[in-house]
């Protein structure tokens, strides 16, 4: 499995966008990137995925540069509710089944 | 569908009882997961099924540790005997399979072990 570091916490307020990055050098040609939202006393929850440049949903937009070595959630206009831990999991089509979870970036959203 | 279904949300239990935690995949899944979720360690993968079948248990922390899914809509993880240090959020998670990636699973609510 392809070893993620995001930071470990983040502070923002509300209405900025917020953009936390995700390292992950020896990605692998396989692999996909996912990121997943765990709000207090809940299960984490998906985000957005992709494998190479930009993928948008209706919450969060996620950038993969060329060489794939990082990428970055962004998360337009927080608000209070978007105070969660994020994670970035990486893997291929048998190593992501086993949806292994780092430390996660706290993101802080204050008023 | 109701989503993934997890009982109890909340058990309290003495040393040395056995434990048993409960849940209910979203229907058409074939994968399920069962996590531990502390502060210390974070959350941490146990096993997982397809198809019913545990594919890799080596995150079970030790023998007093099993998990079974006798069907494709139930499963269970069971702690005998339960010690204080069991004491956690335990979270399952379903998800389904197509194509290529990783599509999303889905996680319920948790249930939160206390072993006293």
């Known amino acids: 499995l392809a070893k993620t570091t995001q930071p470990i916490s983040m502070d923002s307020y509300e209405g900025q966008e917020v953009n936390i990055t995700c390292s992950h050098n020896?990605?692998?040609?396989?692999?996909?990137i996912t990121w997943y939202q765990q709000f207090p006393s809940q299960g984490p929850r998906f985000i957005i995925q992709g494998y190479k440049t930009k993928v948008t949903n209706e919450v969060a937009s996620l950038f993969i540069p060329a060489d794939r070595k990082s990428s970055t959630l962004s998360l337009p206009r927080v608000s209070l509710s978007d105070t969660a831990v994020y994670y970035c999991l990486v893997g291929d089509r048998d190593s992501s089944y086993k949806l292994i979870f780092g430390s996660g970036t706290r993101l802080l959203v204050r008023p | 569908d109701a989503g993934v279904i997890q009982s109890p949300r909340h058990e309290v239990t003495e040393m040395g009882q056995e434990v048993t935690l409960r849940c209910k995949p979203i229907s058409g899944h074939d994968y399920l997961f069962w996590y531990r979720q502390t502060m210390m360690r974070g959350l941490e993968l146990l096993i997982y099924?397809?198809?019913?079948?545990?594919i890799d248990d080596s995150g079970m922390p030790e023998d007093r540790f099993s998990a079974k899914m006798p069907n494709a809509s139930f499963s269970t993880l069971k702690i005998q005997p339960s010690e204080p240090r069991d004491s956690a959020v335990y979270f399952c998670?379903?998800?389904?399979?197509w194509g290529r990636g990783h599509t999303e699973a889905f996680f319920g609510q948790g249930t939160r072990l206390t072993v006293v």
């Open positions: 998670a379903s998800r389904y399979e």
């Open positions: 099924f397809n198809n019913n079948v545990p």
């Open positions: 020896n990605i692998a040609t396989n692999d996909y």
